[in-house]
């Protein structure tokens, strides 16, 4: 079956700190691959996504991702975190020409001021 | 622009209480919908989700269950309530960009049986 694992559920971090969240998914075939991202009180929403062609997407506020085929790897990273960046962060694969996505765990960031 | 509605916001039930919880998403037609949960730690996890009306795909066996009575109307359901149903639900919508399909999602209901 497929599955996204988030490899930490808590990160803390000081403002201005280098943010990188892991992801890894089971799925051997052609994916798409998206994080979400849930503000305190508000909806969940995309951050980024990837479908196909350059790796290396961005994304909104200053996010991008990697997407390492040979790693089944997906991971988020923000050079320099902000106080507003604290939010539940959600890691989501899809294959391609599937309607269902399946979702990571999250991970709660909380960005100290 | 498309939107999705989803109410009530929050709701308390009684254990053995009926359940109706309702979706609606404007600006599209057709759309794929879907119903997850969302348990702290846990991530989303799939409940329901419906490719047109009268259509609906069950992932986990549980009390719940779906109906989709309009093309942009999805509702959630249960005839007796569990203290396990507690939780977060989300609605959540997509169509088909050349085969991707990005979801976007409701507010969700905070759903607590007491």
């Known amino acids: 079956a497929q599955s996204v694992s988030q490899h930490n559920h808590h990160v803390i971090l000081s403002e201005a700190a280098s943010l990188e969240l892991g992801c890894n998914y089971s799925?051997?075939?052609?994916?798409?691959l998206f994080w979400y991202v849930q503000y305190p009180g508000q909806h969940l929403q995309l951050l980024l996504k990837?479908?196909?062609?350059?790796?290396l997407v961005k994304g909104i506020k200053g996010f991008e991702a990697e997407f390492i085929k040979s790693k089944f790897s997906f991971n988020l990273r923000k050079p320099s975190v902000q106080w507003s960046d604290t939010a539940e962060y959600f890691c989501?694969?899809?294959?391609?020409?599937?309607?269902?996505?399946?979702f990571g765990a999250g991970t709660r960031l909380f960005v100290k001021a | 622009s498309q939107t999705i509605h989803q109410w009530p916001a929050t709701l308390v039930q009684p254990v053995g209480s009926p359940l109706s919880l309702e979706c609606t998403v404007e600006?599209?037609?057709?759309?794929?919908l879907y119903w997850y949960r969302q348990a702290a730690g846990r991530g989303l996890q799939l409940l329901f989700y419906?490719?047109?009306?009268?259509?609906i795909s069950s992932e986990v066996p549980q009390n719940l269950s779906a109906s989709r009575p309009q093309d942009r109307q999805f509702i959630l359901s249960s005839k007796k309530l569990l203290l396990s149903d507690s939780g977060f639900y989300l609605c959540?919508?997509?169509?088909?960009?050349?085969?991707?399909?990005?979801?976007?999602f409701g507010p969700g209901t905070r759903l607590t049986v007491t």
């Open positions: 989501a694969v899809s294959y391609t020409g599937g309607f269902k996505t399946i």
């Open positions: 990837y479908f196909s062609g350059d790796p």
């Open positions: 799925y051997g075939g052609t994916v798409n």
């Open positions: 959540a919508w997509s169509v088909s960009d050349r085969g991707h399909y990005e979801q976007y």
């Open positions: 600006g599209t037609s057709n759309p794929n």
């Open positions: 419906s490719v047109g009306i009268g259509q």
